[in-house]
């Protein structure tokens, strides 16, 4: 058994395509027309045969409720990982992105929390061992 | 307003204290890996705020909505209040002599 797809609920799919590709840096997988909404994914430039992460309309009435109440508690809803979380932060922070975590490092671990604008919170990590 | 002493009473409370010294404006899950990955601290989330409801209710933990978050911040001000009392009337004598 493997993780093969993991999946994010967004306000607007075409809104939050547009960050995760143009802004995080991801690239379109699958897009397959479906009613009102569509099968969107997308998936890491650097592992493109990698995990897919759906980006899945949020409309269903239990998303919100649930969302709004992680995110007032500042928890993300996925993790990315990245090579340097302060040279991200750095990055994000001209195009706008919204952190509700600066780059804090505790041991080997740093991380990051940003607003995706699609209603999640998500978490940067480097790990860094042996540093 | 709840008892300073009695929340500065238990060794987590203190840990989130400190915690909240290094910086401000910190989301309850900021606050909780700070405790798991800095001191080992193994409670749940819900413990956690329970704690952090009971540093507010003595003042010593201020909390702000901007937009969908809520964030911390620590306020020592009821501390200085509750020593206040001791340290002015110690300013007025002179220290104690030490024993020969």
Redesign the interface.
């Known amino acids: 058994m493997r993780i093969t797809l993991t999946s994010v609920f967004v306000d607007d799919q075409d809104r939050a395509l547009r960050f995760y590709t143009e802004v995080l840096g991801f690239v379109k997988k699958a897009e397959v027309p479906l009613g009102e909404h569509k099968w969107l994914t997308v998936v890491s430039a650097e592992d493109p045969d990698g995990v897919q992460l759906l980006l899945e309309p949020s409309d269903h009435p239990a998303v919100n409720p649930f969302r709004?109440a992680l995110?007032?508690?500042?928890?993300?809803a996925a993790q990315f990982a990245v090579d340097d979380v302060h040279a991200e932060y750095e990055r994000l922070r001209k195009l706008d992105v919204v952190f509700?975590?600066?780059p804090?490092t505790?041991?080997p671990?740093t991380?990051a929390?940003l607003d995706d604008t699609c209603g999640n919170?998500i978490q940067l990590t480097q790990l860094t061992w042996g540093a | 307003m709840g008892d300073v002493f009695k929340a500065i009473s238990d060794p987590t409370r203190r840990l989130i204290l400190d915690e909240l010294t290094e910086r401000g404006d910190q989301t309850l899950f900021e606050i909780c890996t700070r405790l798991a990955m800095k001191h080992q601290v193994t409670l749940s989330r819900q413990a956690i705020s329970q704690h952090l409801d009971q540093l507010e209710a003595a003042g010593l933990v201020m909390t702000r909505r901007e937009g969908r978050y809520k964030f911390h911040t620590i306020d020592t001000r009821p501390l200085e209040a509750a020593v206040a009392r001791w340290l002015s009337s110690a300013r007025r004598r002179p220290r104690p002599k030490e024993d020969r």
């Open positions: 709004e995110v007032g508690d500042g928890i993300p509700t975590q600066e804090m505790m041991g671990v991380t929390v919170l």
